[in-house]
């Protein structure tokens, strides 16, 4: 069974750090293309980073520079670095797998990825 779990969510202050861990079981990430997307309260659900089964990653603007999609294909593990945090940040974040045709694929839309984990909760207040 195809299952992933988020872990390192919690409270945060604004400029402060955080690591979020997305751990597969009953597959294996690096034959897959990995998004991380957030939904923040009363908002719409919104791609954060995606990194392809070639490696190959892709931000969103609101995050490009802040944020940091990576892969530990030893652990099985697709970490999420997000740095300088800022209260417009707070959400519940998503990692989510599918495997496109093409290694160097991968995109901002949730609806695109078909395997799901539970979410694991950020808020950047002070």
């Known amino acids: 069974q195809l299952q992933l779990v988020e872990s390192g969510g919690g409270l945060v202050q604004p400029g402060g750090s955080l690591r979020l861990s997305c751990a597969a079981s009953g597959f294996t990430l690096e034959e897959y293309a990995i998004i991380w997307f957030r939904q923040g309260p009363g908002k719409e659900r919104e791609g954060v980073s995606c990194i392809t089964r070639a490696g190959f990653t892709l931000d969103a603007d609101s995050v490009t520079g802040r944020f940091a999609i990576s892969r530990d294909n030893a652990k099985n593990v697709v970490y999420l670095q997000m740095d300088n945090l800022k209260p417009e940040d707070t959400a519940v974040y998503y990692c989510?797998?599918?495997?496109?045709?093409?290694?160097?694929?991968?995109?901002?839309?949730?609806?695109?990825?078909?395997?799901w984990g539970q979410g694991t909760q950020v808020t950047v207040s002070s």
């Open positions: 989510a797998a599918t495997q496109f045709q093409v290694a160097w694929a991968c995109t901002l839309a949730p609806d695109d990825y078909k395997h």
